[in-house]
T-cell receptor, first 115, second 112 residues
């Protein structure tokens, strides 16, 4: 089956620093990748959609300068949280979609804690 | 119009019983309705999905019932097991953009 990995699984960073999260599709080419955040006991909220080789499309209310997304290849997308603050602490989850498919395959998530 | 309403928020079922989770939507442009299972600290995993031209789909113990006119769909888990204890999310896909809108989630607990 389609496998999506994320790295790191957990990260703790100090307030004001930046942290990068990687999302990889391991056995298929992902033409589109999505980034979500999920607060405890809440649903997934879409942050942005990224297509390989083009700029990401951000959802309303998501700061594109704070959450930098790069989708440089068909198997890798990165999310960089810049100048992180404690309120950015959350569970970040990526998903990947291959061309012509409806099914999004989700990564295992990255727990970000900003101290 | 983009919302997907999900109920109940939490559900306790006895082992062997049937778990039923309901979702409702307004946007008629939704064209694909998946259900996801999520365990604590993990990403969601696709359980089963349905297209609006089908009224029911069954895979093993999981069944989706879809009522297009009522704009409602539900997940039935037959013979519920303790290992099914997880959070379940319904979702709906917006055609064209491939974006998923998620329901609010149902925390299912299956007791022995």
């Amino acid at each position: 089956g389609a496998v999506v990995s994320q790295h790191p699984s957990r990260v703790i960073c100090k307030s004001g620093t930046s942290v990068k999260i990687e999302c990889r599709s391991l056995d298929f080419q992902a033409t589109t990748m999505f980034w979500y955040r999920q607060f405890p006991k809440q649903s997934l909220m879409l942050m942005a959609t990224s297509n390989e080789g083009s700029k990401a499309t951000y959802e309303q209310g998501v700061e594109k300068d704070k959450f930098l997304i790069n989708h440089a290849s068909l198997t890798l997308s990165t999310l960089t949280v810049t100048s992180a603050h404690p309120e950015d602490s959350s569970f970040y989850i990526c998903s990947a979609l291959t061309s012509g498919s409806y099914e999004q395959y989700f990564g295992p998530g990255t727990r970000l804690t900003v101290t | 119009q983009q919302q997907v309403k999900q109920s109940p928020q939490s559900l306790i079922v006895q082992k062997g019983g049937i778990s039923i989770i309901n979702c409702a939507y307004e946007n008629t442009a939704f064209d694909y309705f998946p259900w996801y299972q999520q365990f604590p600290g993990k990403g969601p995993a696709l359980l089963i999905a349905i297209r609006p031209d089908v009224s029911e789909k069954k895979e093993g113990r999981f069944t989706i019932s879809f009522n297009k006119s009522a704009k409602q769909f539900s997940l039935h888990i037959m013979d519920s097991q303790p290992g099914d204890s997880a959070t379940y999310f319904c979702a709906a896909r917006t055609g064209g953009g491939n974006k998923l809108t998620f329901g609010t989630g149902t925390q299912l607990k299956v007791e022995l």
